[in-house]
């Protein structure tokens, strides 16, 4: 077991490192593949009015006339250990993990992204019970009761959830059950430590939305491991056996089913962490996928790059937990991981 987390951990480390490779080079290496001079790659990231001096302190910023082996050591060395940078006479230390400065607000990126890091890891948290949990629960009950009324509306329900786009739904939600039907408060972030009822209110509207949009497709694939699972020769062995229905569906039906609700879970959830900026846009909640849609519409390279690299690291976080539940899921795991 000490083995299989052990190895968990370095191919996420890996993965990290492989992530930072390709998103350096996606910044800096394609866009001087694809013919830009060091002006003109400056002048991409500068602004939408560049001035010479503008481009010119950009570029020794940026290091965009260094090699490239040494700006990708500078901008790994930044992340890890913190930087320098030149405002005119100025010199200003960027603490690690260092992502630059914003081009608009000449503010350190990292400290932004962690400013709006509550925002988004409320919306991501509170969205996820509400699908894993729902979509769960009704993809079982749609598999026990398969071709019953229930199971033919949850499907149904279901799949327009995963058909209808979520600034669609959310856009209805806001104009019906806030500004029609006063149903929900409009939607605000409070922080929970200062009054977690208000939080709760201000986000359950655009935790319901988003979790609509993911318990759908949840439900989907629960129904079908379940169907499949209950066809199993052990299924009707511990029928036989007189277990009753439930322990015979919990225990040895859904068990099975969760590995591969589990992985898409991960992967999910560390999108979410990364950003819902469909769903941040449309209750305006100032979180890291409203922040990051800023930066592109200004062309604010280092927030774009910390805002990537972010993500990126929540994505890989998220599946490295999910590895390490997977022993807990199915003992096959600690046999042959």
């Not at 995963?162 to 409070?190: E, K, M, N, Q, R």
């Not at 511990?238 to 569906?249: F, M």
Request: contains cysteine; hydrophobic residues 50%.
């Amino acid at each position: 077991m000490l083995t299989y987390i052990l190895r968990r951990l370095g191919a996420g480390l890996l993965l990290l490192a492989v992530v930072t490779m390709v998103t350096f080079a996606i910044f800096y290496v394609v866009p001087r593949w694809a013919g830009r001079t060091t002006e003109q790659l400056a002048t991409m990231y500068v602004g939408r009015a560049p001035t010479p001096e503008a481009i010119q302190a950009t570029i020794d910023r940026l290091g965009l006339d260094q090699p490239i082996a040494l700006q990708f050591y500078e901008f790994v060395r930044g992340i890890l250990f913190g930087a320098e940078y030149q405002f005119g006479r100025d010199t200003v230390q960027c603490s690690a993990p260092c992502f630059g400065f914003s081009f608009q607000t000449y503010q350190e990126v990292f400290p932004e992204i962690v400013a709006r890091l509550p925002v988004t890891v409320s919306l991501a948290i509170g969205a996820g019970i509400i699908w894993l949990v729902g979509g769960i629960a009704v993809g079982v009950v749609s598999a026990v009761w398969k071709g019953s009324i229930f199971d033919r509306v949850a499907m149904a329900v279901a799949l327009a959830g995963v058909s209808l786009p979520i600034f669609f739904t959310g856009l209805l939600s806001l104009a019906f059950l806030v500004h029609s039907w006063g149903l929900f408060a409009t939607p605000i972030y409070v922080p929970f430590t200062e009054n977690p009822l208000g939080w709760a209110e201000g986000m359950v509207l655009p935790w319901l939305t988003l979790a609509f949009l993911h318990a759908a497709m949840y439900a989907r694939q629960t129904r079908a491991g379940m169907l499949e699972t209950l066809s199993e020769d052990y299924i009707r062995t511990a029928r036989a056996k007189g277990l009753s229905e439930r322990r015979v569906v919990l225990k040895h039906a859904l068990r099975p089913t969760l590995t591969p609700i589990v992985t898409i879970f991960g992967l999910d959830l560390g999108l979410v962490l990364g950003g819902a900026v469909l769903t941040e846009q449309v209750f305006s909640l100032n979180g890291i996928g409203r922040y990051a849609v800023q930066a592109i519409t200004q062309s604010d390279l280092p927030v774009i790059l910390g805002v990537t690299l972010f993500g990126a690291f929540f994505i890989v976080v998220s599946n490295l937990i999910v590895d390490l539940l997977y022993p807990l899921i199915d003992p096959r795991v600690r046999v042959h991981g």
